[in-house]
Structures are given as C-alpha cells and as structure tokens.
C-alpha cells in the first residue's frame, strides 16, 4: 500500500498563472480531504470530498479556489490566479469511511513569486 | 466554534526524560483525537486515534490520554530519544455531521544529545 500520494512536491508559480494539485488516496479509500498549512500557522481544512461529490467545502476560499474527485484518477486541488498569499503547504489526506482514522500525504509545496 | 490549543509550544529536553505535551479543546462533542508528527518539510504521520468512548490508546513508547468532559488529552513519551524531535500536532473531528479534522499550532519538540 502506497500512501496517499500527492505530487507535485514543490510547485513555483508565478502570479498570475494556476496551480493545480494532485492527490490519489489510499488504496480503498474513497473519501479525501484538502487542508492548508500557512507559515507559522496550524493546518487548515479546505474540502471533503468523495467520489464525483463535493460533501463540505466549508474552509475553501470562495474565489480562485476549486477542488475535484473524479471516478476515475486522482484528486486536484487548483488554484487559479495564484497571489503571493496562496504560498503555502497543501496537504491531503484520505480516510476509508467516516469518521475515521485520516491518513496524510507528503504534502505540496506551493510559491508564488 | 471547536478550537484546539498545544501547550507549551516549544520544548526542549535531554535525552532519556519523559515528556508530556498538551492539547486543549473548546467543544466536548467529538468523534475522535489524532495525534500526528509532523517532521520539518514533511508530511503527516498518524500517531495514535482516540476515539470519544475511549481513555487513553499505547503505542511503544508513546500513551495518550483524553478526558472528553473537560476537553483535554495529553501525549507521554517516555525515554524521549534525538529522533523524536518534530512537532507534535493534535486534531479533533467535531460531531455535528462534518467530517474535516480541527487542528491544534503544534509543540515542537527538540531532544537533545
């Protein structure tokens, strides 16, 4: 079992341009989860999502920001006009049914310059 | 509004002591509390999972323990050793039909030699 997978590691993007960022789950799990780690700050939840539906998308920012989970590949988080601010650590973790235990990936490391 | 603190924020031991680090939650109704590391540059790794009905979960040299009526759980390592160093991140799932994980800022934790 490989993880959650999530690539790229390290994603620079200049103003403007969009960013788009994968996450296949676990092996088995079909529900995933995007959180956002600032710079100094605690991780920050995004989106939950399950196969084809968006279940909460409470934490994402209402501009720019759009998430998906199609039947079929992996997970994408993209970010469109990417600002300076959006730098970040973007984490996604899966889960094999509710309220369970959530299992994170390595992470992507987005700059915006 | 489910917010969760980690006292003290940082802390520094010598090798071999044991160690408690806290964590701190507003709102009692939860399904579970996770304990990750968290290694600088890295992704998350699961510690351990409380669930709400349970006192506390053991994994080699680590114990947590949660009192969910006073919204408390603590984390003890014992014979802490250089390679522990990380932070340590607490995270709650709220009851409520949300499935995302609220997180604590972390301790981050330095062994020393």
């Known amino acids: 079992n490989a993880g959650v997978m999530q690539n790229p590691r390290h994603l620079v993007r200049r103003r403007g341009q969009e960013a788009r960022l994968r996450c296949s789950p676990m092996k088995g799990h079909s529900h995933v989860y995007w959180y956002r780690q600032l710079p100094e700050e605690g991780l920050k939840f995004m989106v939950y999502l399950q196969k084809e539906n968006i279940i909460d998308e409470s934490g994402m920012p209402k501009e720019r920001f759009s998430a998906e989970f199609p039947k079929e590949g992996p997970s994408i988080l993209r970010i469109q006009q990417v600002v300076r601010g959006d730098s970040a650590a973007y984490f996604c973790?899966?889960?094999?049914?509710?309220?369970?235990?959530?299992?994170f990936g390595q992470g992507t490391r987005l700059t915006v310059v | 509004k489910q917010e969760v603190t980690q006292i003290p924020a940082a802390l520094s031991v010598p090798e071999g002591e044991n160690l408690v680090l806290n964590c701190s939650f507003t709102?009692?109704?939860?399904?579970?509390l996770q304990w990750f590391r968290q290694d600088p540059g890295k992704g998350l790794t699961s510690l351990l999972l409380i669930q709400s009905s349970q006192r506390e979960q053991t994994s080699g040299r680590l114990n947590a323990s949660l009192d969910k009526s006073s919204g408390r759980s603590t984390l003890y390592i014992a014979a802490s050793q250089p390679g522990d160093s990380a932070t340590y991140l607490c995270?709650?799932?709220?009851?409520?039909?949300?499935?995302?994980?609220?997180f604590g800022k972390g301790t981050k934790l330095t062994v020393n030699p």
């Open positions: 995270a709650v799932r709220p009851q409520g039909g949300s499935e995302k994980l609220v």
């Open positions: 973790a899966s889960s094999g049914a509710s309220n369970t235990e959530a299992f």
């Open positions: 709102d009692s109704a939860i399904y579970n």
